[in-house]
């Protein structure tokens, strides 16, 4: 963004040459020589920069106070960051004197008698230059934009996605010692309320982390390595879990301790049923559920259900029928649960609120993104304004040579919006490359990808060109409807 506003405002200051060459001439006359106008243009520049800074941290401290501070990690007060005020002062420096460096040496650069021709600011050279630079502007909308609505779509894929088990109707509690030892009278408690079916418990909440306890032991004389979920005997049939091969838990189970491993342990290990990993029998597969988050894939895993003597229980899944309010049925579980709490507080939400609390940095960054994206889009089309009236300036007399030949104001329009149709095709293309290439790296963070959808490049580059074109209409309309005679004279 800043490098994009960096370029724009050398563009613009580029347009205004014209209208400041009858100024810098008068200086030459009057004594001053190319090294002082240039020094004093680049001392303007700079000071420009500053008071955008200025207002930049203005808009920070109103953001301060606002939802936005929820976007980031970081407390983004300025009294707390003096080091980075001054690092961005230097930016802001350093932005201020490159981007008046090329005009102050572009506007000292010609002799008078060339300028009086008025011909100067259209050579072929000075319009490679302004396109080039419009074009690193474009491409840079076009990647923020396109990569904004890949995040969007990753994220609500992501949301969405099935998971193998049902987290809907899902209310999930931590759990305490005293809870654990009286989980019976608990989960009647819990059921008094009519709308909640079921109670179960594990030792961890699903889909939330990267990675659970890892177990190393020996299968066949084999050193294996799996991630395992100590859970009750009802898990399985509460989240309704599908056993593809086997049987699930029973509560008998707990004398001795069984396991139910995935199916991708399953292939990956050589395990079959009714055989033992540590003096604990496997009795059943399921397939792969998403027992981690999505920025996983699938590893070896393994619910177990412990041996009496040890209880791991850390959390408890309690299911609300589709039926009931879920609203009611929290406050029911919040004062059975506070009947157990001692001096910590236990948490208790709904599941898909954690589990979308989950993939919040991704949403923050993709909004981020998308804020981004708007501010790149004004500062394009400012710069496209910018050279249109830069444009304006040379061409008046052209276009009133046109209109006397037969033109009129929808050919004049065209006649402005072609080069930059042109040139926005060629960022369009550009930006697709650098996007995909980008998005497709990002989406090798999770097991679960969103397809890179072609209507996504399509609908971008549509939206930047409608709103390019009708900003360069809007602007050309004047010299397309003026008197032709008028700007010949003049």
């Given at each position: 963004i800043i490098i994009v506003a960096g370029i724009n405002f050398m563009n613009m200051s580029m347009a205004l040459v014209p209208?400041?060459?009858?100024?810098?001439?008068?200086?030459k006359v009057l004594g001053s020589t190319n090294i002082s106008i240039r020094i004093n243009y680049i001392l303007e520049s700079v000071a420009i920069g500053l008071l955008s800074l200025l207002i930049g941290l203005g808009f920070v401290f109103l953001a301060s106070n606002t939802p936005i501070v929820s976007l980031v990690d970081a407390d983004i007060h300025l009294w707390k960051h003096p080091g980075l005020i001054l690092v961005t002062f230097s930016i802001a420096l350093l932005i201020g004197g490159l981007s008046g460096l090329y005009p102050s040496f572009y506007i000292t650069s010609f002799q008078p008698a060339l300028v009086l021709k008025g011909n100067f600011g259209m050579t072929i050279k000075a319009k490679k230059l302004r396109q080039v630079l419009i074009g690193i502007q474009f491409i840079t909308t076009f990647v923020l934009i396109m990569a904004s609505w890949f995040m969007y779509l990753q994220n609500h894929h992501l949301r969405h996605a099935d998971v193998g088990y049902d987290r809907?109707?899902?209310?999930?509690?931590?759990?305490?010692?005293?809870?654990?030892?009286?989980?019976?009278?608990?989960?009647?408690?819990?059921?008094?309320?009519?709308?909640?079916?079921?109670?179960?418990?594990a030792a961890s909440a699903l889909s939330t982390a990267d990675n659970y306890n890892g177990w190393n032991t020996q299968y066949?004389?084999?050193?294996?390595?799996?991630?395992?979920?100590?859970?009750?005997?009802?898990?399985?049939?509460?989240?309704?879990?599908q056993v593809s091969e086997g049987r699930g838990f029973r509560e008998e189970d707990q004398k001795v301790g069984k396991y139910i491993f995935n199916e991708k342990a399953k292939y990956e290990f050589g395990l079959t049923l009714n055989t033992l990993v540590d003096s604990a029998e496997i009795i059943g597969f399921i397939p792969n559920i998403q027992y981690t988050t999505f920025r996983t894939a699938a590893a070896p895993m393994a619910f177990y259900v412990p041996s009496g003597q040890k209880d791991y229980t850390?959390?408890?899944?309690?299911?609300?029928?589709?039926?009931?309010?879920?609203?009611s049925a929290l406050e029911h579980v919040k004062s059975v649960v506070h009947e157990y709490e001692g001096e910590k507080p236990l948490q208790i939400r709904f599941y898909d609120e954690i589990f979308n609390q989950v993939y919040e940095k991704e949403q923050n960054l993709t909004l981020l993104i998308s804020l981004f994206s708007i501010i790149a889009i004004i500062i394009s089309i400012t710069g496209v304004l910018?050279?249109?009236f830069f444009e304006n300036e040379y061409r008046q007399k052209e276009i009133g040579i046109r209109k006397v030949l037969g033109a009129n104001e929808i050919d004049v329009l065209v006649l402005f919006n072609k080069s930059y149709l042109t040139l926005l095709v060629a960022c369009f293309t550009i930006a697709c490359v650098v996007t995909h290439?980008?998005?497709?790296q990002w989406l090798?963070?999770?097991?679960?990808?969103?397809?890179?959808?072609?209507?996504?490049?399509?609908?971008?580059?549509?939206?930047?060109?409608?709103?390019?074109?009708?900003?360069?209409s809007w602007q050309s309309w004047r010299t397309a409807i003026s008197n032709p005679l008028e700007t010949m004279k003049s």
């Amino acid at each position: 963004i800043i490098i994009v506003a960096g370029i724009n405002f050398m563009n613009m200051s580029m347009a205004l040459v014209p209208k400041r060459m009858k100024s810098i001439n008068m200086h030459k006359v009057l004594g001053s020589t190319n090294i002082s106008i240039r020094i004093n243009y680049i001392l303007e520049s700079v000071a420009i920069g500053l008071l955008s800074l200025l207002i930049g941290l203005g808009f920070v401290f109103l953001a301060s106070n606002t939802p936005i501070v929820s976007l980031v990690d970081a407390d983004i007060h300025l009294w707390k960051h003096p080091g980075l005020i001054l690092v961005t002062f230097s930016i802001a420096l350093l932005i201020g004197g490159l981007s008046g460096l090329y005009p102050s040496f572009y506007i000292t650069s010609f002799q008078p008698a060339l300028v009086l021709k008025g011909n100067f600011g259209m050579t072929i050279k000075a319009k490679k230059l302004r396109q080039v630079l419009i074009g690193i502007q474009f491409i840079t909308t076009f990647v923020l934009i396109m990569a904004s609505w890949f995040m969007y779509l990753q994220n609500h894929h992501l949301r969405h996605a099935d998971v193998g088990y049902d987290r809907d109707q899902l209310i999930l509690s931590s759990v305490n010692s005293r809870i654990v030892k009286s989980k019976n009278a608990f989960t009647q408690q819990l059921k008094s309320f009519p709308g909640i079916t079921d109670v179960t418990y594990a030792a961890s909440a699903l889909s939330t982390a990267d990675n659970y306890n890892g177990w190393n032991t020996q299968y066949n004389g084999e050193k294996i390595m799996f991630q395992w979920i100590p859970v009750d005997p009802s898990f399985i049939d509460v989240m309704n879990i599908q056993v593809s091969e086997g049987r699930g838990f029973r509560e008998e189970d707990q004398k001795v301790g069984k396991y139910i491993f995935n199916e991708k342990a399953k292939y990956e290990f050589g395990l079959t049923l009714n055989t033992l990993v540590d003096s604990a029998e496997i009795i059943g597969f399921i397939p792969n559920i998403q027992y981690t988050t999505f920025r996983t894939a699938a590893a070896p895993m393994a619910f177990y259900v412990p041996s009496g003597q040890k209880d791991y229980t850390q959390y408890a899944y309690i299911k609300v029928k589709a039926s009931s309010d879920m609203k009611s049925a929290l406050e029911h579980v919040k004062s059975v649960v506070h009947e157990y709490e001692g001096e910590k507080p236990l948490q208790i939400r709904f599941y898909d609120e954690i589990f979308n609390q989950v993939y919040e940095k991704e949403q923050n960054l993709t909004l981020l993104i998308s804020l981004f994206s708007i501010i790149a889009i004004i500062i394009s089309i400012t710069g496209v304004l910018g050279l249109v009236f830069f444009e304006n300036e040379y061409r008046q007399k052209e276009i009133g040579i046109r209109k006397v030949l037969g033109a009129n104001e929808i050919d004049v329009l065209v006649l402005f919006n072609k080069s930059y149709l042109t040139l926005l095709v060629a960022c369009f293309t550009i930006a697709c490359v650098v996007t995909h290439y980008f998005i497709s790296q990002w989406l090798e963070n999770f097991s679960l990808q969103t397809p890179l959808h072609w209507w996504v490049f399509g609908a971008s580059g549509v939206l930047v060109l409608f709103i390019t074109l009708g900003s360069i209409s809007w602007q050309s309309w004047r010299t397309a409807i003026s008197n032709p005679l008028e700007t010949m004279k003049s």
